[in-house]
């Protein structure tokens, strides 16, 4: 009994496992290695996740995104005023446009720049912030598709969904149900 004793402490003494430590020697651990997987892709999706959120936006942020809001609206309600304007009073409308007549050419040139360069920016921030909010959202995706293959396997039409298992009770009442008392009782009263 000593030898035998002697042996696997030599073996498996100390939480050691000298045959697994061997084979290992010559074939990965998959369990281990499966492990770190998924450390490196969690360690990875923090660190992209990171990278991409969004600051937490104060007071003067806030309000700077106000004003940022209000010259397309104002921009597309100001022509749909000047068509009114034109239709209750051509005379005065007339009178403007002849003012806007006299503004000189590289005035409207840098006119269309910054209105392009504000577009345009305002444009690459929306798209920016689209992306972080898709980046967001991919990352729930595994989440999402196993909750869906959950749900498609409860389906009715979903093959062995109402196989009772081995359970040999529920077995033999699918197979041969009870009677059923109030049918019996209803077709009593019908004279069936």
Same mark, same amino acid.
């Given at each position: ?8 402490? $030599? ?18 651990? =998959?369990? +281990? ?8 892709? =969690?360690?990875?999706? /923090? ?8 600051? !937490?936006?104060? /007071? ?9 809001? /209000? ?8 022509? $749909? ?10 005379? %005065?409308? +007339? ?12 005035? %409207? %040139? ?13 444009? !690459? ?5 689209? !992306?972080?909010?898709?980046?967001? =959202?991919?990352?729930?995706?595994? =989440? ?23 359970? +040999? +009770?529920? &077995? ?7 009677? &059923? ?12």
């Amino acid at each position: 009994m000593g030898l035998i004793s002697g042996v696997l402490a $030599l073996l498996f003494g100390n939480g050691r496992n000298v045959l697994q430590e061997t084979a290992e020697l010559y074939r990965e651990n =998959t369990e +281990a290695s499966a492990v770190r997987a998924y450390e490196v892709q =969690t360690q990875a999706m /923090l660190q992209f996740g990171s990278e991409f959120q969004a600051p !937490q936006k104060g /007071l003067f942020d806030r309000v700077m995104d106000g004003v940022n809001r /209000l010259p397309r609206p104002a921009l597309a309600l100001g022509t $749909l005023g000047l068509f009114v304007a034109a239709m209750v009073d051509p005379i %005065w409308f +007339a009178a403007r446009m002849q003012g806007i007549a006299l503004v000189p050419e590289p005035l %409207w %040139w840098l006119l269309g720049v910054v209105v392009s360069f504000y577009f345009g920016a305002r444009h !690459q921030s929306k798209m920016q912030d689209f !992306q972080r909010d898709i980046r967001s =959202t991919m990352t729930q995706l595994p =989440t999402v598709i196993s909750n869906i293959e959950a749900l498609r396997t409860m389906q009715s039409d979903s093959p062995g969904i109402a196989d009772p298992g081995p359970d +040999a +009770a529920l &077995n033999s009442d699918v197979i041969r149900p009870e009677e &059923n008392r109030a049918l019996h009782d209803w077709r009593k009263l019908r004279g069936i």
